[in-house]
């Protein structure tokens, strides 16, 4: 799948006060604030990773109005402790990504926060292909948020991707592990997302 970019680290958290504190705990990094996603019924904080990327804590805001079908990331039925679980992928052409995409991996909604605009592909269960290891697919029609974001010298190092279907996945992500030396696919009997952030208090695992 060509021009496929990594975009951003997507935790998931039942709480977004708790699961916010224990990612700055882990990380020893303040979050930045992000805001609220009136169309799923979420808000999130954020953390640069540098100028192409970031990091995401993402929680249901329970003083919003449920969405018209399941919220993105599976987060209806997430439980547990604040955890990394997806990871978003952007191009230019979100149609065109969605065409070579596997199936399941949803139909474009049109969405804004703030000055933020961008299409996302959503799925319709909430749910996306690989146990969710393959990525949201979005399209940026505004400035990318991340050169937004105060850097306070986090990285991304590595990002493991751990599938029963490794080599499927890996074929579905051809172009874009060809791109990011960053990105791994390794074989293992459940789906797993492990990432390794450089902070400047060393190399943290999530």
């Known amino acids: 799948m060509a021009h496929l970019t990594l975009d951003h680290l997507v935790i998931t958290c039942t709480d977004l006060t708790s699961g916010s504190a224990a990612i700055e705990e882990a990380l020893g990094l303040p979050l930045s604030q992000g805001g609220k996603h009136a169309a799923m019924g979420t808000h999130n904080r954020l953390l640069s990773l540098g100028p192409n990327d970031y990091l995401e804590v993402i929680a249901v805001d329970p003083a919003a109005e449920p969405p018209s079908q399941p919220r993105w990331y599976n987060l209806d039925n ?57 990525p949201a697919l979005l399209e940026w029609q505004s400035a990318h948020p991340a050169p937004q974001l105060e850097d306070k010298g986090a990285r991304l190092k590595a990002l493991l991707l751990t599938s029963p279907e490794a080599d499927a996945l890996r074929a579905a992500l051809a172009q874009v592990l060809a791109a990011d030396a960053r990105i791994a696919v390794t074989q293992g009997p459940e789906p797993r997302l492990s990432a390794s952030i450089d902070t400047p208090r060393g190399l943290v695992t999530l």
């Open 78 to 134: 997430h439980n547990g402790p604040a955890r990394l679980t997806h990871w978003a992928a952007r191009n230019d052409d979100l149609d065109a990504a969605l065409g070579a995409a596997p199936p399941g991996t949803g139909r474009p909604w049109a969405l804004q926060r703030s000055d933020l605009r961008w299409r996302m592909a959503i799925p319709a269960d909430g749910t996306l292909p690989f146990g969710g290891l393959f």
